[in-house]
């Protein structure tokens, strides 16, 4: 390609005709260039870009933690160690900021994907003046591909309708196979290909893990066989370590007994080793445990095991993980492309998850539909599962006790939502590229942070950041390139300020000091008492709690100098407030206003039809039947003799609803999120005869309010024939990831009853279902219920 094309505009205008035109091809000249496609810069590396989910830095053995990762430590060994690197301190922010090079709020990602608010910081949506870097790379040469957690397309907007521009193939991505939502099951994703939704594997033995990874590999091999010289990129994403905590048992046995010290006993053994590695200073101070975390020796004996199993099978989970990796790093080895490829492994989008409350939840979504649940509980729920042996396989759904995630932080303060606090934002970074960055295992100490991801790999890669994309100028980069490091690890670092703000927690960063500010409230608790204190007109930010650090000389942030330097913190805080303006993290909480009653409008939306074998709608766009009265009706066609089967199910048995006819009868199941589960079935046969069936669930709520009970009526072609009561329902949603089916009940079905059976497709036609979600409430009782659905979906996120 002409080196006079200017690769900054994209995409690249086509090359000029060098050849000769007359009127007839006597004398006319081709010019064979114009038919060729863009070509990367000499020397362009492949480039592997390794992101783990909810992660803590004292998690994997690479970094002195009790999670084996050989493959980590194998590419630092050959490579870098990065003790230094930051990111958001939650899941679709850091993804944002990294692929665009950008702070989250100036690209609308204050908060995760699945909420927008009418704020420019918080709108979840991607600007057209800040392209991810992988726009320029697909523009200028590159294969692009991503497998894994995407994050970044919201709920409403998951399904074949779109539009399209926040999936992957709208973003610089050839090629994506993977989920869209915060979370998957590893044994039932709903997956998307590109932009269509396949749904979850029919494979028994299916693995979401190992078929990613499948897929990655299979994808390289497809573009070598095409083009042996083109570079590529991928973005490898894992599930791992989000919850649902599940791995094959196998895995979890490596770790049985590990755990059985607890929590303070982790910290402190990660720590000795962290210094041993020499992953953090010989100097570097152990932190103190927050009052918000329980002693282990507080903990009664006989919750003790279910808690190590938590912890062995999270560890197991994340071996689990990187043994993948190794896998596709082995085949590109293999293949001989090792040496000139950039692999930029990075442990953890956040700090540990501290979601899963003070006792760990055998179902995760019960903290975010607000189901309080105490050890005893746990442990007889678990007990109903299976006991131990279910953690980690399909038949729940855990998260971890919140200390865990604390221990996996260590050294540092906090976790996940915390950007205050280096437990929610320093994570774990390998680089190795064994054609520029010598072998040994050094480390990096330079503050880098994900927004430097993108400018580092246009650098190295020779392609300059973008300046106008589809015709819009861009917005520059807000990152640092830390090429500079790869060579010389004793480099003067060159990203010397940059903000952290999620949720009201924040900080900021300028030449080694850090001041910070936390709200006082735990990463569990958004309970409305607690949201209270910072309602509009209550709460001043500048009364929180301030703290400052000098980190050259606090790697772990354990000396708090704030009374000692008040003229220091006074200058961050008013830096911090100018970060804040320019790049739109104002106003504070302005990811969460459904918590003061700044809602969206009203819907006026009532009915939901479904033609056909609708599959795989995305939980976050069914029908809203939360919280008050709802009808479900369906139109059927029978054949002689009868017929059987799902009409329409949601979710699974941890979480779901499912109207079916089996052994003749008309039922329906449903599971409030596996702590209760409620059955009706109906009292006389369904038609036998061939012709067409309308059935019909009315659900009568007690009243318009959250979790309401009410009664179940079920109807053949206009006859109650059966019912019965619910005193408890789900009060915002059923599943992170599993979605709802017309026909059939894919993925892990909501009645074991027929598992064996799964997806237990109706053997008739379903012609028509059709959901009434009218509430029947007055105008005051509609809006509450709409701003108590704003208040879950906010819970929901927090925990994503």
């Known amino acids: 390609m002409s080196e006079q094309i ?77 003790n ?12 944002a900021a990294m692929l665009t090079g950008r702070n989250h709020h100036a690209v ?29 790379l697909q523009e200028n040469g590159y294969s692009t591909a991503a497998f894994g957690k995407w994050h970044m397309t919201p709920d ?61 590999i299979g994808w390289i091999h497809g573009v070598r ?24 048992a196998e895995w979890i046995e490596k770790y049985r007994g590990r755990f059985d010290a607890g929590w303070d006993a982790y910290r402190e053994e990660t720590f000795e080793r962290q210094k041993r590695l020499g992953v953090i200073p010989a100097d570097a101070e152990l932190t103190e445990r927050n009052e918000a975390f329980p002693a282990w020796e507080s903990i009664p004996e006989q919750q003790r095991p279910l808690l190590a199993r938590q912890m062995e099978t999270y560890a197991a989970y994340m071996e689990n993980a990187d043994h993948n990796v190794g896998r596709l790093v082995d085949e590109i080895e293999r293949m001989g492309e090792l040496d000139n490829t950039l692999i930029l492994y990075i442990w953890g989008d956040n700090g540990a998850s501290m979601e899963g409350t003070p006792t760990g939840s055998f179902n995760e979504l019960t903290m975010q539909n607000g189901i309080p649940l105490t050890s005893e509980q746990q442990l007889g729920l678990v007990e109903q599962y299976g006991g131990l042996d279910a953690w980690g396989s399909e ?85 640092t390139s830390f090429a500079y490091t790869f060579e010389d690890a004793e480099a003067s670092e060159r990203h010397t300020q940059q903000y952290f703000e999620i949720f009201g927690n924040r900080a900021i960063y300028k030449d080694g000091w850090w001041a910070s500010w936390r709200m006082p409230r735990i990463p569990w608790d958004a309970t409305p008492a607690t949201m209270r204190q910072f309602a509009p007109g209550v709460w001043n930010p500048d009364d929180d709690p301030a703290e400052l650090y000098y980190l050259p000389d606090d790697f772990s942030q354990a000396r708090d100098l704030a009374a000692q330097h008040p003229e220091k913190l006074a200058e961050l805080r008013e830096l911090f407030w100018a970060e804040a303006e320019k790049y739109d993290v104002l106003p504070l909480l302005g990811g969460m206003t459904f918590y003061f009653g700044i809602v969206p409008p009203l819907g006026t939306r009532t009915t939901y039809a479904y033609h056909g074998p609708v599959q795989n709608v995305a939980s976050g766009m069914i029908p809203r039947i939360y919280n008050h009265s709802y009808t479900i009706s369906a139109e059927l066609e029978i054949e002689e003799g009868g017929a059987e089967g799902v009409i329409v199910a949601e979710a699974d048995h941890l979480g779901g609803f499912s109207l079916f006819v089996q052994d003749g009868r008309l039922r329906h199941t449903y599971s409030m999120m596996g702590v209760f589960v409620y059955r ?7 038609p036998t005869a061939a012709g067409r069936v309308d059935v019909r669930l009315e659900f009568a709520a007690d009243g318009a309010t959250p979790g309401t009970g009410g009664e179940v009526s079920l109807f053949v072609d206009g006859e109650r024939v059966g019912g019965g009561r619910m005193e408890h329902t789900v009060p915002f949603r059923f599943s992170g990831y599993a979605g709802m089916d017309v026909g059939r009940d894919n993925g892990l079905p909501v009645d074991r009853s027929y598992a064996d059976r799964s997806p237990f497709a109706f053997t008739g036609t379903v012609r028509k279902v059709v959901f009434d979600v009218d509430p029947h409430a007055s105008d005051e009782q509609a809006r509450s219920m709409h701003e108590h659905a704003h208040h879950a979906a906010l819970a929901h996120g927090m925990g994503a």
């Open 680 to 686: 009706q079935e109906a009292e006389v046969p369904m």
């Open 225 to 248: 066989a095409q083009e042996p010289g083109k570079p590529w990129f991928m973005y490898y994403s894992t599930g791992c370590a989000h919850a649902p905590h599940q791995v094959p």
């Open 84 to 95: 230094g690197f930051h990111v958001t301190a939650l899941c679709s922010p850091t993804r």
């Open 395 to 479: 038949l729940i759904a855990p998260h971890y006790a919140a200390a865990w995630a604390w221990a996996g932080n260590c050294p540092f303060q906090w976790g996940k939502q915390v950007a205050s606090h280096l437990g929610g934002t320093r994570n774990p970074m390998v680089v190795s590229w064994p054609d520029r960055i010598a072998a040994g295992g050094s480390i990096r100490t330079q503050f880098t942070h994900a927004i430097d991801i993108g400018p580092t790999i246009l650098e190295v890669a020779g392609i300059p950041q973008p300046t106008r994309v589809d015709g819009i100028e861009q917005r520059p980069m807000h990152g």
């Open 156 to 216: 409403h907007q998951q399904g074949p309708a779109g539009p399209f521009d926040r999936w992957p193939n709208r973003l610089g991505f050839d090629y994506f196979w993977g989920f869209l939502g915060g979370e998957s099951g590893q044994y039932d994703p709903c997956l998307t290909e590109n932009q269509t939704t396949i749904g979850p594997p029919t494979d028994p033995d299916f693995y979401l893990p190992d078929a990613m990874t499948d897929k990655a």
């Open 6 to 82: 200017d690769r900054s505009v994209l995409p690249l205008r086509r090359p000029p005709f060098r050849g000769t035109v007359r009127r007839t091809l006597d004398g006319s000249q081709p010019d064979w260039g114009i038919l060729a496609a863009p070509q990367a810069p000499d020397g362009a590396p492949n480039v592997l870009l390794v992101l783990i989910d909810d992660a803590g830095f004292g998690n994997p053995s690479t970094f002195g933690g009790p999670a084996q990762t050989p493959t980590l430590t194998r590419l630092a060994d050959a490579g870098a160690r990065y």
């Open 108 to 136: 609308g990602f204050g908060s995760i994907g699945e909420l927008s608010t009418g704020f420019p910081g918080y709108s979840a949506f991607f600007p057209k003046d800040c392209a991810p870097f992988t726009r320029a």
